[in-house]
T-cell receptor, first 116, second 115 residues
Framework: DTGVSQDPRHKITKRGQNVTFRCDPI?????LYWYRQTLGQGPEFLTY????????KSRLLSNRFSAERPKGSFSTLEIQRTEQGDSAMYLC??????????????FGPGTRLTVL | DQQVKQNSPSLSVQEGRISILNCDYT??????FLWYKKYPAEGPTFLIS?????DKNEDGRFTVFLNKSAKHLSLHIVPSQPGDSAVYFCAASAGNYNQGGKLIFGQGTELSVKP
């Protein structure tokens, strides 16, 4: 299967701990997005990469959050000093480089974070 | 400010009938719209999309209609099947190829198709 993969699928941590999530996009896709989804809401945009460049960050992304995509392939999202309000599903998506379909984002299964 | 709204949290339809899911948006800069389907514990799955230069796009049982003057789009599923039961999200994006294409999502509508 060559879809978007995310690791881990579930993470339980204590308040104040740091966590890191990984996303592997579809290999030929150059754009990679991170979203966060809480119960009863749609996904909310966090940040976006084109190749290795981080081109946009949401105001939702506080200074405790950092994302990287060092070689333009996989990406990591780190949350430092986690808070209970960080509990959510973290979704990664990638989209193709074509001008006709670059808006069509393909999502991974998500990482469910629970902060105790 | 909720730029994309799905005002019906849930919809129940009989198998074989039509399901109509609605979505409204406020930002006139949106020029591309998508529908996603989501099962529990999975990421959203892309279903169908439409550019603002069109008013209809069809793919098998799924048709999306766009009414730009009303800032409204709808997804029609005909005929509905029990396997269509899921949460459906409407999403929109603005900007050209060089501006990224981040998606703004609605809150979702949970569709239940009863046998």
């Amino acid at each position: 299967d060559t879809g978007v993969s995310q690791d881990p699928r579930h993470k339980i941590t204590k308040r104040g701990q740091n966590v890191t999530f990984r996303c592997d996009p579809i290999s030929e896709h150059n754009r990679l997005y991170w979203y966060r989804q809480t119960l009863g809401q749609g996904p909310e945009f966090l940040t976006y990469f084109q190749n290795e460049a981080q081109l946009e960050k949401s105001r939702l992304l506080s200074n405790r959050f950092s994302a990287e995509r060092p070689k333009g392939s996989f990406s990591t999202l780190e949350i430092q000093r986690t808070e209970q309000g960080d509990s959510a599903m973290y979704l990664c998506a990638s989209s193709p480089r074509g001008r006709d379909n670059y808006n069509e984002q393909f999502f991974g299964p998500g990482t469910r974070l629970t902060v105790l | 400010d909720q730029q994309v709204k799905q005002n019906s949290p849930s919809l129940s339809v009989q198998e074989g009938r039509i399901s109509i899911l609605n979505c409204d948006y406020t930002n006139s800069m949106f020029d591309y719209f998508l529908w996603y389907k989501k099962y529990p514990a999975e990421g959203p799955t892309f279903l169908i999309s439409i550019s603002s230069i069109k008013d209809k796009n069809e793919d098998g049982r799924f048709t999306v209609f766009l009414n730009k003057s009303a800032k409204h789009l709808s997804l029609h599923i005909v005929p509905s099947q029990p396997g269509d039961s899921a949460v459906y999200f409407c999403a929109a994006s603005a900007g050209n190829y060089n501006q990224g294409g981040k998606l703004i999502f609605g809150q979702g509508t949970e569709l239940s198709v009863k046998p």
